[in-house]
Structure formats: structure tokens, C-alpha cells
């Protein structure tokens, strides 16, 4: 049995556009937000107590902020009526500028909230335009001002990069802007395409064309010597948090984390994925469905699997090997009962010979070139 705090994330399956490359499931119709809310708070019932404590609550989406402060409030209170909380637990709500402003940030955070996630994903307008954002560079920014002047002061950015037409140059100028506004923590995904997407099918059409594998590595490379230089660690293959000498905040995803190193978290909302006790299960894709599931005291569960001992493993080195600090071998030993040399050592040895893999302490880790190489790295360990 895990012994490690849960978390609780909650899908706010709302939007005022859809996002061309986004796959998350989302609705751009309102008009059930208020059975939305009231299904939530009935999902939280019939799963009241399902984990002995939890210090992380995660409100993404969707657009969470399209729900008045109140609304999150609400929410807030709900889950501390179902579940133990820990008194410092980290709160999360993912916010999108254009739909922030100084009183409802203020608001947000006399809720409870104490991060927010803003999605920024550029500061160039014809990048925000291309991606079918609906705020301006200028929305952007004001945001975040408006965010520190409401007293926040755990506060991330989300940014996106490789798309079609940028630059080495361009990347590095962007990266340069926005570290001047001080964030306290940073996600930098490479556009990628997700199937069934309108990005998908317009490049499938030839009407986009993204850029080439060599330029998106050299989008990559540079993005954690950058960062690094200008006071941010890579924790994770895409994400990076501030640091320094005497800092009273770890600034790294305390939630995020959860996912990546096999913590229970409860998911509620449409499309919500819950894992505890080596299984995983995940709510239907359908507002109107989990509404009706949840009016009717059923639970909006669409799927379950029991991940086997060799599911286990593979996760354990792909998102292992995701993070900066690499797989744990005296963790992965005590899990699985034998060594990660003992099992894969025939197929890491040539991979540490290529210098994409090290070994540190009793620790295995990517190098920067492994980094890079990721998704070969682990299919090569795992062939």
C-alpha cells in the first residue's frame, strides 16, 4: 500500500475556444455549468474517503478560471469535506489569460488557491494566433502582473514551442522574455500532434507543416542549457522550477510529481484518470453523460485496468527515466525485488557505452543526449 499523500485533481472541462493541437476534452457550451458543479460535488460524495490523506489539489482543464472564484470555493471546501487535507497542501488552479483579472485573482486566492498555472504558451502574437489562443502576448503578461499583485507567489508558466517557422533565435529570445518576468516555475512542451485534432488533419491536408525532427532537437537542446543559466533546474524532461540558496518554497510540481513517481490521485470530472493501489481507472469523455451517470447516484466510471507486474516495470523507466533525477535502483529493487541491472543491464550497458545513459551514485539517469533520445532510450531498455 502506498503511504505517501494522495492527490486530487479535478477536470474543469470548459472553454471559451478549443485549441487547435489540444486533446484534452473540453466543451465550448456553458449552459450545464451549474449541473457541471453540482455533479462534482456528488462524485466527491460517493468517493468520500477513498485515501487517508491528501496534499495536492489540481484544478485543470479545460479553462478551471471560467468558474467565478466563488464556484472554486466551493470546491475547495468540498474536497476537505470528503478527504483529509493536509494543512499545507499545495493548490492548484490552471488559469488562461483573457479570462483573469486583478479582482478575480485576489478572489481566487482568498479561496484557497496558493498556485497558479497560467497558460501563457507564447509571447508572440502570431504564435498565440497560430495555436487559436484567445489571449494577446500583452493579456499574457498583464496576467501575470495582476497574479503577483494578488499575492501569489508560487506561480507557473506554460509555454510551447517548435512551431512551424520558429527559429533557434526566435525560441531563445522568447525563453529570454519571459524569464524576465520571474515566474516561479516553467513547462516547456514541444508542439506535438495528438490524433483527431483540427492541427492533425490540417497537416495532414499540407496546409501546416511542422518542423523538421533536427530542428525540434535543437529546439530541445537548447531549451535546458538556457534556463539552467538563467536560475532554472530541470526536474523533468519538460518541466523546470526556480531555485537558489535559502528558498522557502520548492517551486517543483508537488501534484505533477504524484504522477510520475506512482502516488495514489483520485481524478473526478469528465475524462479524470484516479490511481491507487496499481490500478487505474478513468471517467466517460461526455459532459452530458457524466451529468446524468451522477444524477442518478452511479458512478461516471468508463474504464479500469489492474496494471500487471511487467505494466509496473515499464512505467517505472519511462517516467523514471523522465526525471532529471533517474530511476532510484535501491527503490526499484525494493519494489520489484531485483535490481534494474539485473533485469535490463544487458541492454543498459551499451547504452551508457553511447553516454545516454549514466550512472550516479546508485541512480540511473539520461544524459542530455539521452534527453534528447528518450523515447528510443526506453524502447531500446524495454525491447
Known amino acids: 500500500m502506498n503511504t505517501q499523500p494522495a492527490g486530487i485533481y479535478i477536470h474543469i472541462p470548459f472553454c471559451r475556444a478549443k485549441c487547435s493541437y489540444c486533446d484534452f476534452y473540453s466543451t465550448t457550451t456553458f449552459d450545464r455549468i451549474d449541473a457541471f458543479n453540482q455533479a462534482l460535488l456528488n462524485e466527491l460524495q460517493i468517493r468520500r474517503q477513498q485515501v487517508p490523506l491528501a496534499d495536492t489539489i489540481y484544478f485543470g482543464g479545460g479553462t478551471p478560471s471560467v468558474l467565478t472564484p466563488s464556484q472554486i470555493s466551493r470546491l475547495i471546501d468540498a474536497v476537505g469535506n470528503c478527504f483529509p487535507v493536509a494543512s499545507d497542501a499545495e493548490v492548484t488552479l490552471e488559469v488562461n489569460p483573457g479570462t483573469v483579472g486583478p479582482d478575480s485573482l485576489a478572489d481566487y486566492r482568498k479561496a484557497g488557491v496558493n498556485r497558479l498555472n ?6 508572440d502574437n502570431r504564435t498565440l494566433f497560430f495555436l487559436g489562443r484567445i489571449h494577446t502576448a500583452e493579456e499574457g503578461r498583464n496576467a ?13 508558466l506554460d509555454l510551447i514551442y517548435a512551431v512551424p517557422g520558429q527559429t533557434l533565435r526566435q525560441w531563445r529570445a522568447e525563453m529570454a522574455a519571459v ?15 495528438a490524433p483527431g485534432t483540427p492541427m492533425q488533419q490540417q497537416v495532414q491536408a499540407g496546409r501546416v507543416r511542422l518542423p523538421d525532427e533536427k530542428t525540434v532537437g535543437d529546439l530541445f537542446a537548447a531549451t535546458a542549457p538556457f534556463l539552467n543559466a538563467n536560475g532554472y533546474r530541470q526536474y523533468e524532461i519538460s518541466n523546470f522550477a526556480r531555485f537558489g540558496a535559502g528558498q522557502a ?29 496499481h490500478a487505474r481507472w478513468w471517467n466517460c469523455r461526455d459532459l452530458d453523460e457524466y451529468i446524468d451517470a451522477l444524477a442518478r447516484g452511479r458512478s461516471p466510471e468508463a474504464g479500469r485496468e489492474e496494471l ?41 550497458a551499451p547504452l551508457m557505452q553511447e553516454r545516454l545513459l549514466e550512472k550516479k551514485a546508485d541512480r ?11 523515447e528510443s532510450v526506453v524502447g531500446r531498455i524495454l525491447v
Not at 364 to 374: E, N, P
Request: charged share 25%; aromatic share 14%; proline share 2%.
Open 249 to 277: 518554497i520548492d517551486f517543483r510540481s508537488r501534484h505533477n510529481r504524484k504522477y510520475w513517481n506512482f502516488c495514489d490521485y483520485l481524478g473526478f470530472g469528465p475524462g479524470a484518470h484516479s490511481y491507487r493501489e
Open 179 to 193: 524569464v524576465q518576468f520571474e515566474p516561479d516555475h516553467l513547462s516547456c512542451y514541444t508542439l506535438t500532434l
Open 308 to 348: 500487471t507486474r511487467e505494466q509496473q516495470v515499464m512505467e517505472a523507466v519511462y517516467l523514471g527515466l523522465r526525471q532529471t533525477g533517474g530511476i532510484d535502483g535501491q527503490a526499484f529493487r525494493s519494489r520489484f525485488g531485483s535490481g534494474l541491472f539485473e533485469a535490463f543491464g544487458n541492454r543498459i
Open 364 to 374: 540511473l539517469r539520461l544524459t542530455a543526449k539521452g534527453m534528447l533520445l528518450l
Open 144 to 156: 501575470y502582473r495582476d497574479a503577483r499583485e494578488a499575492g501569489f507567489d508560487n506561480i507557473g
Open 118 to 123: 497560467i497558460g501563457l504558451q507564447s509571447v
